[in-house]
């Protein structure tokens, strides 16, 4: 979701192994990689690196209108500009309303 005040770490891809059950990722409620790998698994598609992910979204955003760069601590990588939506927000009108300037 665009959101200008936001920083979210971009994370990696440690699953949590526990058998017979589906594919989990830790941090995918949280954090933007993990949470694009389980969408993936849950939707069949096949899943890209974190590097050409981090490349995509950035680009994605900025093509949108919106402002969205990577900045290094010491603690991860983040991408300022995004965050994760929340169960209840509508994806496409976040991103239309945002967009009108």
């Not at 589906?22 to 590097?51: C, H, M």
Request: aromatic share 8%.
């Amino acid at each position: 979701m665009p959101d200008k005040d936001a920083e979210t770490q971009i994370g990696d891809g440690r699953k949590i192994n526990e058998p017979g059950s589906e594919v989990e990722f830790q941090n995918a409620k949280t954090q933007l990689y993990p949470s694009y790998l389980q969408w993936s698994i849950r939707n069949g598609k096949r899943d890209v690196s974190s590097t050409r992910f981090k490349n995509l979204v950035i680009d994605t955003v900025q093509t949108l209108g919106f402002e969205a760069a990577q900045r290094r601590a010491a603690s991860g990588r983040f991408i300022r500009g995004i965050r994760l939506r929340k169960d209840w927000e509508n994806p496409e009108l976040s991103w239309l309303k945002a967009g009108k300037k």
